[in-house]
């Protein structure tokens, strides 16, 4: 029921017709027990995960009061592997929201990341640090790691800023929404 249960949220919809299926045939009560365990460990990393953003936020104000808050302090973050407070600082220095920045930092075309840096005027030894020691999950091959640089390098700044601007405007829209 636990596997089952993980799968359902990350497989295709035929899948999931499939695991409904499986479902029915175990007991409801251990599907009950199931769901109320995933729904606990779901809420602790949650808790847990505000709890890290809470922390890097007030790590980024403190830098941004002592005017420390730089491109350097961004390579440091992610050399370090301090993916809260790169995430926090990286939104502050763009100017997006940091849910915003965690998908550019996640994203892994990269290519967001290439737009962002640009618009933000980040050089481009800023850019290739973020992009190959990056947060993303997958390593990119050395061909696609060129390419990629290739886009930092070819963008046009005010198209760069425009994409970002959009970002912010939908961000903007959202918390408006909210």
């Given at each position: 029921?636990?596997?089952?249960?993980?799968?359902?949220?990350?497989?295709?919809?035929?899948?999931?017709?499939?695991?409904?299926?499986?479902?029915?045939?175990?007991?409801?009560?251990?599907?009950?027990?199931?769901?109320?365990?995933?729904?606990?460990?779901?809420?602790?990393?949650?808790?847990?995960?505000?709890?890290?953003?809470?922390?890097?936020?007030?790590?980024?104000?403190?830098?941004?009061?002592?005017?420390e808050l730089s491109e350097t302090l961004l390579v440091n973050l992610v050399r370090a592997n301090r993916l809260e407070?790169?995430?926090?600082?990286?939104?502050?220095?763009?100017k997006i929201d940091e849910d915003t920045a965690e998908r550019i930092l996640k994203d892994p075309s990269g290519e967001?990341?290439?737009?962002?840096?640009?618009?933000?005027?980040?050089?481009?030894?800023?850019?290739?640090?973020?992009?190959?020691?990056?947060?993303?999950?997958?390593?990119?091959?050395?061909?696609?790691?060129?390419?990629l640089f290739d886009i930092y390098d070819q963008i046009p700044q005010d198209m760069a800023q425009r994409a970002m601007?959009?970002?912010?405007?939908?961000?903007?829209?959202?918390?408006?929404?909210?």
């Amino acid at each position: 029921p636990d596997v089952l249960q993980d799968m359902f949220w990350v497989v295709s919809t035929k899948l999931r017709s499939r695991i409904l299926e499986r479902s029915a045939e175990i007991d409801p009560e251990i599907v009950d027990r199931a769901l109320a365990q995933t729904e606990r460990k779901l809420m602790k990393d949650a808790n847990r995960r505000t709890d890290e953003r809470s922390r890097a936020q007030q790590f980024i104000d403190r830098k941004v009061e002592l005017r420390e808050l730089s491109e350097t302090l961004l390579v440091n973050l992610v050399r370090a592997n301090r993916l809260e407070e790169l995430i926090c600082g990286f939104a502050r220095l763009a100017k997006i929201d940091e849910d915003t920045a965690e998908r550019i930092l996640k994203d892994p075309s990269g290519e967001g990341l290439a737009i962002a840096c640009k618009a933000t005027r980040l050089d481009r030894q800023t850019f290739s640090t973020l992009a190959v020691i990056g947060v993303q999950s997958k390593r990119r091959s050395v061909s696609e790691t060129r390419d990629l640089f290739d886009i930092y390098d070819q963008i046009p700044q005010d198209m760069a800023q425009r994409a970002m601007r959009f970002w912010r405007v939908r961000r903007e829209t959202e918390s408006a929404a909210a």
